[in-house]
């Protein structure tokens, strides 16, 4: 293969009637495979089929504390549920609430506690004018959708993917956050970051935690969604992510962050639990604010998590067994991109060490062709622009890769339509089209 950007027009032209032959073949074959989002497949979620009979008496219905979790009450969750979810959290179980199966909706109502009733003993944030939020991109559409859905204005900040400082711009999110009272938070997926995959590096957690906010209630919207899912059996230090609680603690603002977690892409989405962990402040003031919206949340549920995942060990040894699963998956993704584009020139990828995603980009202006092309060859993919505010994408370049779902010889035939689908729009881009 030859660099694209080395060839005659007519060297092109030749090039794309070899490809859109070759993307008509895979249209005549009505395939129906998807890549659009980061779901757990049939293989990982029938690893916690045994969570579905961890209790099966009465007597198993009670917790360590004698609680009888069939019953109202313990908003907080049960201790051994605290203790599981501040082991996932990194946290201590005194500072975390388990709430109920979303780690999303328990954002969500995060988000919407600090509008009503403020945060921190300052007014609520909707006596304070236009609320703004910082966007590291690319990033998690849903937590774009959150924002958006508020009314929040979004600015987005680049997250750097290469060299010593890995995470938000810091330069530019401190420029931002000193500035403008308005900004009231920023969301983070610290590790295996959404789509990108990588680690937020220990300098731009310290300089999250210790940056001067012109919001004296600022949030970090620390959502650590993927904290335990690395593909390889035995993470590396490379793969460790400094305590936000920590460093906002040694910085002097104890109260910036919120944690969350969930065991969603761990046991079965929708049918788990999940973590939020915060300062003794914060924590006591979101019970005292839930206290009027819920008695408890499903306590049958949090025991059956500790029944099965037990401890911080055990939840290793479980993701261990998904990494197995996983790992080949991402191998074949980096291996296709590799072999298919590298020397033609016209696309980069995240090659990441755990997580859901792989971050895609094309020539510039090109994604939605990318996306648009596979979805009429049978290939779903996640939508061009999705990993940024408002779904708008400048470069029209970014495109998330999701290879948890389906299984692997249809990945397999998923990405050839896919690198067809790159190199199409890449030379209808190079030509002019």
Not at 175 to 204: E, M, Q
Not at 278 to 288: D, F, G, I, K, Y
Not at 332 to 360: C, H, M
Request: hydrophobic share 40%; glycine share 8%; net charge negative.
């Amino acid at each position: 293969m030859t660099r694209y950007d080395t060839l005659d027009t007519a060297q092109l032209e030749t090039e794309l009637e070899a490809q859109l032959g070759r993307y008509r073949s895979f249209q005549a074959q009505g395939l129906a495979l998807n890549m659009a989002r980061g779901k757990p497949s049939t293989a990982q979620l029938d690893l916690a089929t045994p969570l579905l009979t961890a209790l099966a008496s009465p007597a198993d219905c009670i917790a360590a504390d004698g609680t009888d979790c069939r019953n109202y009450g313990v908003l907080a969750g049960i201790p051994e549920a605290r203790e599981l979810m501040a082991a996932l959290l990194d946290d201590d179980p005194a500072t975390t609430i388990v709430f109920g199966n979303s780690s999303l909706t328990a954002m969500y109502d995060a988000l919407a506690r600090c509008i009503d009733f403020g945060t921190g003993g300052y007014e609520p944030w909707c006596h304070s004018g236009p609320i703004k939020w910082l966007c590291p991109v690319p990033g998690y559409d849903r937590h774009f959708s959150v924002t958006e859905a508020f009314g929040i204005e979004m600015l987005p900040v680049p997250l750097l993917t290469e060299g010593s400082s890995l995470g938000p711009a810091m330069d530019e999110v401190e420029r931002l956050a000193a500035a403008d009272p308005a900004i009231k938070g920023i969301w983070c997926v610290p590790k295996y970051s959404n789509p990108s995959g990588i680690t937020y590096t220990d300098d731009v957690v310290r300089r999250l935690a210790a940056m001067e906010c012109a919001a004296p209630d600022f949030r970090i919207f620390w959502d650590n969604a993927y904290s335990v899912h690395h593909l390889s059996a035995d993470p590396t230090q490379q793969d460790q992510l400094l305590d936000i609680g920590t460093a906002c603690r040694e910085a002097g603002n104890p109260d910036r962050y919120f944690k969350f977690g969930s065991t969603s892409k761990i046991t079965f989405p929708g049918a788990g639990i999940a973590g939020f962990a915060s300062s003794p402040q914060n924590v006591a003031e979101t019970l005292e604010q839930v206290s009027s919206q819920m008695i408890g949340h499903d306590k049958l549920t949090q025991l059956r998590h500790v029944r099965f995942l037990r401890d911080a060990e055990g939840i290793a040894a479980h993701m261990a067994q998904h990494a197995a699963i996983l790992a080949p998956k991402f191998a074949l993704v980096q291996q296709k991109l590799s072999q298919r584009l590298d020397e033609a020139g016209i696309a980069r990828w995240t090659d990441p060490r755990g997580g859901y995603f792989v971050s895609f980009d094309g020539l510039e202006g090109t994604a939605q062709r990318t996306v648009e092309l596979a979805r009429e060859a049978g290939v779903v993919l996640t939508g061009a622009g999705a990993t940024w505010p408002y779904g708008n994408d400048p470069a029209d370049s970014n495109i998330r890769i999701a290879p948890s779902l389906p299984p692997i010889d249809e990945l397999d035939v998923a990405l050839d339509v896919l690198v067809c689908c790159v190199r199409i729009a890449a030379l209808e881009k190079l030509l002019g089209r």
